[in-house]
């Protein structure tokens, strides 16, 4: 009989607490012995069990086990024990880690790397999702790994985010493997990372899986990062379960007024390190990982030029800039030193006018303009986009732009 068997039958025994799992597999040596032995030998050697506990140890039924390991080969799921080499040692090291690990995808080399759980409301504002979004990306371009419970709002925005930039990224579920929840984030996600559940197949778990999935996030974790939650969140629940595993915990500042920003404001308060970009978390990793952190905005690889093709709108809700249309020559230039500001203005819409007034410095991020000028993404982007064609802004590396405009002395306000 494959030990396999074993190994999944003890992960499916849920009234049995982690932390009681890992002590019963140190008292009896192997999984194998720990599944053959009887009532009076859990007794004998771990004498805490509850009555519970030693019921469900003494169920022996091998059937959820053998249905389990016939899913995860139809699926192209796999399974690591905490006694296997591929097992993280950063999660192992915490107090209560999961026995069992069931994957789809490949888990990455996680204790060679900085990895960073980036967590929030689920009712999340365009605020908060564009810090997700670059907060991912940028962890991402920075070498660092991406850690998310993938649900809706902050959480499955920085894996997008993190995917965006082809970033490695671990999603942890707080159910069993093959539920269909996030199916197709889940799917990018294993392309070039993993998805993690410490639940087999088939299994029957409540709401109690989504807690027991914040240590594990927090396990495979150095430091999480709070974007938005508000007064009572289980983004705080996951935030006092990191700092009772000694990880950072970090959080992004956002407006007193704002409900969704009371949680991480108090975070705040009470210590957490402020962050506003991926680099401010990762940079404190940097000595311990010097060969694969290094600071970078995302999308600052050069890119082939291409010539004249008309904007278009990507899957993604971004549009596709082009290069700002050359000045033509003519034949006798005027004699000018500069072109009046006010005059190269002139014509421009009130929103277009709003952009450009945030763009009060140059190499401006897209997300700061947005910020800024307080005008929807999609509007921002179209308009940058018409701007671009005009002239009035030209678009460099990482998403950034500079206006493209001669001014007198002083700055344009």
Sequence with gaps: ??????????????????????????????????????EEDYRAMLPGLTPSELRDLSDKDLTGADHALEKLEMNYLSMITIRDAAYPERLRQIYDPPVVLYLRGRMPRLDDRASVAVVGTRKASVYGLQMADRLGREIAACGGILVSGLTDGIDAEAARGALREDGVCIGVLGGPIDAPFAKYLQRDVARLGAVVSEFAPGSKIGKVGFRMRNRVTAGLSLAAVVVEAPERSGALLFASDALEQNREVCAVPGSVLAVNSEGTNQLLKEGARPVTCGWDVLEEYQPLFPDTLKQKHPGSEPRQKKSADPPRETGEGFYKLREPIRQKEIDKEKPTEYIDLQQQLEGLSEQQLKIIAAMNEPHRHVDDIIRDCALPAPTVLSELTMMQIQGFVK???????SLNVQRKKGNFR
């Design 395 to 401: 678009q460099e590396p990482g998403k950034r732009f």
């Design 1 to 38: 009989m494959s030990e396999l068997q074993y190994w999944v039958w003890l992960s499916e025994r849920l009234a049995v607490r982690p932390k009681r799992k890992l002590e019963l597999l140190e008292a009896f040596g192997d999984v194998r012995q720990l599944y053959f032995a009887l």
